[in-house]
């Protein structure tokens, strides 16, 4: 092994380095720009405090309010763009309006016979109960100092080192006169301090930038009370949406026997009765009600085993995911590619879930993809289940109006899991889903 091999690694990470300092420079001098506007925003922000508190002027404070989190909202996007840092998006959800049976509205604490200034009233317990406003508001009060100084302070020893190794070539050149305000320096020592200041500059860049982030994320990141109360809402929500999923699929399951099997059971005794009354008067007569009773009690038995299907596949139950998955698409109109790789069993109910979920999918590119080339994917992997169905058809999907991908994910919600659709028009379009779990048991080879 020679010295340029092991020279070439270390090389890269480092010119990879100087190879982002301008653009670290110019996003510390985009957000230094952007804190300069903060301020302005914070003295306006005091303003109407003391217009609030003062004279009872809030109209003022809950427009700034809602531009403040606006301003905090891209100060998060950049953290992660530009610093690396992540901060999600720590607000409550916005409440809804609502009417009582009397035409009054429910503002959270009164009611209301005006809709407008009940959604006002609304607005404002929303906005000012939530303690992520007040943390926004301490962010920007505080983050033209601490966070502009940190993004400003590279850009200007850099600024200030390019302008004293300018000053020194000019004075070498006898292009500039000797600047009485520099107290005399030779040039050869302007031109090291130059230097010195435009690699310090370039060494700071990137990790105050990346510094700059952290301060945002102590600031403006979802507070661990506020973390547990948003996962209190989600459980509280995924639970009332699987009480409702539950409710509406025993609905179905009553629907289908009463309409189903049970009233060819009904019909299988009203003729076993008039059966009793042909055997000996009218053996021919009998002998069609057998053939008719036969044929019925294989249709209700058919019946029976596709309720059971929808409930829980007897193939899911015996051979796993990937056989019943298999089996189900053997009946669509698809070129289908089934890729899964699982290292064993997962819980039932888990395995009906994706089951389920993908079962929606596909039905999903039968109806609206226009396509018959689709490929189904499920992988496990440090204890997430992850999987996706990707076909070549039109696309433009979209989760927020499709009521079965809907139903997909309140369905993956319930067990924690989460589904992403990436639909551009013209196809083609990713359905993809994750779910925390565990292995029930590992998958064996005979030997």
């Not at 004279?55 to 891209?74: C, D, S, W, Y």
């Not at 009940?118 to 607005?123: F, K, P, T």
């Not at 890729?339 to 929606?360: K, T």
Request: glycine residues 10%; contains cysteine; positive net charge.
């Amino acid at each position: 092994m020679t010295d340029s091999t092991v020279a070439a690694p270390a090389a890269a990470p480092v010119s990879a380095r100087l190879r982002r300092v301008p653009l670290d420079l110019a996003r510390g001098a985009a957000l230094g720009v952007v804190s300069l506007g903060e301020a302005v925003l914070a003295v306006g922000t005091l303003l109407s405090l003391v217009l609030w508190f003062g004279l009872g002027m809030f109209p003022l404070f809950l427009l700034l309010t809602v531009l403040i989190r606006r301003v905090a909202n891209t100060a998060r996007e950049l953290s992660g763009r530009w610093s690396g840092v992540e901060v999600a998006v720590p607000y409550r959800p916005r409440p809804r309006l609502e009417r009582t049976e009397h035409g009054w509205y429910w503002s959270g604490n009164d009611y209301h016979k005006r809709r407008w200034f009940a959604a006002v009233s609304l607005r404002l317990r929303w906005i000012w109960g939530d303690p992520a406003t007040w943390r926004d508001l301490v962010w920007l009060l505080a983050d033209p100092v601490v966070g502009g100084a940190l993004v400003l302070f590279p850009v200007l020893l850099t600024a200030a080192g390019a302008a004293g190794l300018v000053l020194a070539l000019g004075q070498a050149a006898g292009t500039v006169p000797e600047l009485s305000w520099l107290g005399g320096i030779e040039v050869p020592l302007l031109a090291a301090l130059g230097v010195a200041g435009i690699a310090a500059g370039a060494a700071f860049a990137g990790p105050l930038l990346r510094l700059h982030g952290e301060w945002t994320a102590l600031l403006l990141k979802p507070s661990r009370r506020g973390k547990l109360n948003e996962r209190v809402q989600q459980l509280t929500r995924t639970r009332a949406d699987a009480l409702a999923t539950q409710a509406a699929e025993l609905r179905r399951i009553e629907r289908d026997l009463h309409d189903g099997a049970q009233a060819r059971l009904v019909s299988m005794r009203m003729k076993l009765a008039a059966l009793s009354q042909f055997i000996d008067r009218d053996p021919d007569k009998a002998k069609e009600l057998v053939l008719e009773l036969r044929d019925s009690s294989g249709k209700a038995l058919q019946e029976l085993r596709d309720l059971v299907h929808g409930i829980h596949p007897p193939v899911l139950a015996e051979r796993g995911l990937r056989d019943a998955l298999r089996a189900f698409v053997l009946d669509l109109p698809l070129d289908a590619e089934v890729d899964i790789d699982l290292p064993g069993r997962f819980e039932p109910a888990v395995e009906a879930a994706v089951y389920f979920s993908v079962c929606e999918a596909l039905a999903n590119v039968v109806k609206h993809a226009q396509t018959r080339d689709v490929t189904v994917r499920l992988r496990y992997s440090d204890g997430l289940l992850a999987g996706a169905v990707v076909d070549e058809g039109r696309g433009g999907a979209d989760l927020a109006a499709g009521s079965g991908l809907r139903g997909i994910a309140k369905r993956l919600e319930a067990f924690d899991g989460t589904l992403g659709v990436v639909s551009r028009p013209g196809g083609p379009t990713r359905v993809s889903l994750e779910i925390p779990c565990a292995l029930c048991s590992p998958k064996t080879s005979l030997s």
